[in-house]
């Protein structure tokens, strides 16, 4: 028989992992002196041993493992079992390879010196939001076309929400896709949560589903977002995902008295470029 260090060499593994085989039950060994508790193994026992390592490699738990040794399922089975460890596998590489592409895009984006840290940009997925919110069209992006839209539809929305009785939330804004002669729909209200807040001609409660998006905080101004934007879109592309809907804008800090104090998340929602 062997001891367990010369076991352990044979089998390329160390003698303290013998031991834990044999605590959980895996790999008992041939003999365990009554004097000294050496453990000894037989040269037979490597056929189970190579069989618990190869096992290992194929990512299985110690538990499986005993399960699998304990039991000797029908090929069948393992095959099944087999087939299971591949699906987990594949989806483990898939989320490392968008983690990797995610890794470059924040390179990029730091070399060229983007407008925006790229590791201030996050994936995450959006909180439900109820809003009250009016539709109008402004000429097109941009501050000086959007502004006077936001300055003309909200206190209306304010307006019907107090007399509504119910308190507004974040303020949020979004946008349908640029019309062919350029102008494009504006859609600006306030979270209204569970409140009980009827609709009117103009203002609309709409829920926003709930999606995955690229989000960024814009501190400052609105009148320098373009370039934030930019960056987001170039951040999406080079990470391996696609716009995949209409963005949104949260303002947390809304300071139309000061507006380099105004804090804005702008989100993009986004689905893995095929």
């Known amino acids: ?10 089998g390329q593994v160390s003698p303290r992992t013998l031991r834990h085989y044999d605590e959980l039950g895996i790999l008992r060994p041939g003999r365990v002196d009554p004097d000294t508790g050496y453990r000894f ?24 493992i005993g399960e699998l040794l304990e039991d000797d399922p029908p090929l069948e089975q393992f095959v ?15 989320k490392e390879q968008a983690r990797l592409r995610r890794v470059e895009a924040h390179l990029r984006a730091l070399e060229a010196e983007a407008p925006v840290p790229s590791r201030d940009i996050v994936l995450k ?18 501050s000086e076309n959007l502004g006077p839209v936001f ?21 949020v804004a979004w946008y349908e896709e640029l019309s062919e002669d350029g102008t494009v729909v504006l859609h600006a209200g306030f979270d209204i949560g569970d409140q009980a807040v009827d609709g009117a ?28 934007y930019e960056a987001l879109v170039r951040w999406i592309e080079d990470s391996g995902y696609r716009l995949d809907g209409r963005s949104r804008e949260l303002y947390h800090e809304w300071r139309p008295d000061d507006h380099t104090r105004s804090v804005t998340e702008l989100q993009m929602p986004v689905a893995l470029a095929t």
């Open 151 to 171: 300055m003309r539809v909200m206190p209306e929305v304010f307006a019907h929400l107090e007399r509504a009785d119910a308190q507004p939330g974040i303020m």
């Open 201 to 228: 001609a103009r203002v609309r409660i709409v829920d926003l589903p709930v999606v995955e998006v690229a989000s960024v905080v814009h501190r400052g101004s609105m009148d320098n977002v373009v370039p934030v």
């Open 41 to 64: 193994y037989r040269v037979a026992q490597l056929e189970r041993l190579h069989r618990v390592v190869a096992l290992r490699d194929l990512g299985f738990s110690l538990e499986q």
């Open 125 to 142: 997925a959006t909180q439900p939001l109820r809003i009250a919110e009016i539709a109008d069209t402004a000429p097109g992006f941009g």
């Open 1 to 10: 028989m062997l001891s367990i260090g010369d076991f352990a060499r044979l």
């Open 80 to 94: 099944a079992m087999l087939r299971a460890r591949q699906t987990e596998i594949e989806l483990s590489v898939s």
